[in-house]
T-cell receptor, first 116, second 118 residues
Framework: AQKITQTQPGMFVQEKEAVTLDCTYD???????LFWYKQPSSGEMIFLIY??????QNATEGRYSLNFQKARKSANLVISASQLGDSAMYFC?????????????FGAGTTVTVRA | EAGVAQSPRYKIIEKRQSVAFWCNPI?????LYWYQQILGQGPKLLIQ????????DSQLPKDRFSAERLKGVDSTLKIQPAKLEDSAVYLC????????????????FGPGTRLTVL
């Protein structure tokens, strides 16, 4: 079964507007972490934001915020005030368990195109 | 600090040939990962090292793929012989295990090697 589901293959957003990228996850482990990465056309994966399963507040990092709804098992990424440089592929990923030797399970990604 | 280095950036080979990729992680990072990213998909973990020991290689096709991390620093990933379905981007990542902060412990990725098998 898919551990991470990203249902939006591609999205267009106008510059300076906000965009929400959907991510749902599936795990029975009470301890897990959710990550969002950005992958521009250059190919490098860039870490954006992290949410732990026990975190009481939604994570924020500059223009990025994570809308964490634990009961719904969703961890949507919100990018506010979109910029042209935000055009990229965005991946949601999950770490399960408490061990240091974790691995990330990635979703299929969402392509974001910012229009001027 | 310098990021994760990978080489080559691009490689084109014929099927049944062999190929090797190299990765140099961020200095001091104990954990190293190799991922395979097929076009249109998210990365899939192939193998994970902790220092020079293998932690997880359950997704590595061991009949043709091999990897090593001698001295717990640089790593090489080899494919021999390559198949058409091995065409993908191979990403190397590293992370620093730090006691109580392991919950974030984000992985830092290199630029990847794009492999095309003809």
């Amino acid at each position: 079964a898919q551990k991470i589901t990203q249902t939006q293959p591609g999205m267009f957003v106008q510059e300076k507007e906000a965009v929400t990228l959907d991510c749902t996850y599936d795990t029975s482990d009470p301890s897990y972490g959710l990550f969002w990465y950005k992958q521009p056309s250059s190919g490098e994966m860039i870490f954006l934001i992290y949410q732990g399963s026990y975190d009481q507040q939604n994570a924020t990092e500059g223009r990025y915020s994570l809308n964490f709804q634990k009961a719904r098992k969703s961890a949507n990424l919100v990018i506010s005030a979109s910029q042209l440089g935000d055009s990229a592929m965005y991946f949601c990923a999950m770490r399960e368990g408490q061990s240091f030797d974790y691995k990330l399970s990635f979703g299929a990604g969402t392509t974001v195109t910012v229009r001027a | 600090e310098a990021g994760v280095a990978q080489s080559p950036r691009y490689k084109i080979i014929e099927k049944r040939q062999s190929v090797a990729f190299w990765c140099n992680p961020i200095s001091g990072h104990a954990t190293l990962y190799w991922y395979q990213q097929i076009l249109g998909q998210g990365p899939k973990l192939l193998i994970q090292f902790q220092n020079n020991g293998v932690v997880d290689d359950s997704q590595l096709p061991k009949d043709r793929f091999s990897a090593e991390r001698l001295k717990g620093v640089d790593s090489t990933l080899k494919i021999q012989p390559a198949k058409l379905e091995d065409s993908a981007v191979y990403l190397c990542a590293s992370s620093l295990v730090r006691g109580a902060e392991i919950w974030v412990n984000e992985q830092f990725f290199g630029p990847g090697t794009r492999l095309t098998v003809l």
